[in-house]
């Protein structure tokens, strides 16, 4: 008989009522059994002859059911008796295979794309099949011989998978790895709201700032205009913003913005020689 094998219980059973006061969620993941034993049982029979000839047989260990006492009366008697043991043998074990694809290949190990698992499994024994494929991090995945599996974004980590079989037992254990980030940074540009009207700042400066977070893989860099995630107007002018940000993984995020700055006032003129009360050559600006 195979050792049992149990692994990663995730939270144990003496914690799970306490986290749950606290409204606490417990996870509980699978457990991997292993292959049974498979080795099928022996026979012994006991041959009785009567002067070297084959009389009758009967089952080790049943002489109390008399079954081949009315055989051998009617030969005359048995008078030899041969034992044969039939060891039992061990039948092979399910197992399993799997692969890893990426539909986009990212930055620094990462799949951009989605992350498949493509199991198979073979149950050599005849009569019985593999139903299914289970993990210890993330439970059933799913059933049938062969099928495929998407890994969740972030990072899996020694995922261990198996194949059941109807044979009532479990393949071999597998392991894989796969970090998932298809995912842009959140990223958010923030601009000042103006200071005069019509969306113009009449005094500066003025200076917008970016902020991004990856829940994956995490930001890699940031930046407005190609520069840093922060940038001035100082000076007049209308100023198109684009903040961008890029994950680990290579997904990018951007967005834009606009700072209008006007803090120079109007220019009045006055021509000499005009009525009294009139203007003449003035340039203004609302604000």
């Avoid at 994950?247 to 606009?258: E, S, V």
């Avoid at 700055?261 to 604000?287: H, I």
Wanted: charged content about 10%.
């Amino acid at each position: 008989m195979k050792a049992l094998k149990f692994r990663k219980i995730l939270i144990a059973a003496c914690i799970i009522s306490p986290l749950l006061l606290f409204g606490v969620v417990a996870v509980l993941a699978d457990v991997w059994s292993g292959p049974a034993n498979r080795t099928t049982a022996g026979t012994c029979d006991v041959y009785h002859y009567h002067q070297g000839s084959f009389v009758c047989r009967e089952t080790c260990g049943q002489p109390e059911y008399h079954i081949c006492d009315g055989a051998c009366a009617s030969a005359g008697g048995c008078d030899s008796s041969r034992t044969v043991n039939n060891p039992g043998s061990s039948l092979p074990d399910a197992t399993v295979s799997g692969s890893t694809t990426c539909s986009s290949a990212g930055n620094n190990g990462w799949c951009k794309g989605i992350g498949s698992l493509h199991l198979s499994g073979d149950e050599p024994v005849s009569g019985y099949s593999i139903t299914g494929f289970d993990s210890d991090l993330y439970g059933p995945l799913c059933s049938g011989s062969s099928c495929s599996w998407n890994f969740p974004q972030g990072v899996t980590t020694n995922l261990g998978y198996w194949a059941n079989s109807s044979f009532g037992d479990q393949s071999n254990e597998a392991y894989v790895s796969m970090n998932v980030d298809s995912v842009a940074p959140a990223l958010t540009l923030t601009i000042p709201s103006p200071n005069g009207s019509n969306g113009w700042n009449k005094s500066g400066p003025v200076t917008a700032s970016a902020s991004a977070t990856d829940a994956n893989s995490g930001v890699a860099s940031l930046g407005i205009n190609g520069s840093g995630a922060s940038f001035t107007a100082s000076t007049d002018g209308v100023y198109n913003l684009t903040a961008s940000a890029t994950d680990k993984a290579g997904n990018t995020a951007t967005t834009g913005g606009t700072i209008r700055l006007d803090s120079t006032p109007p220019t009045l003129s006055v021509s000499p020689g005009a009525p009294d009360g009139a203007t003449t050559g003035m340039s203004r600006r609302q604000f």
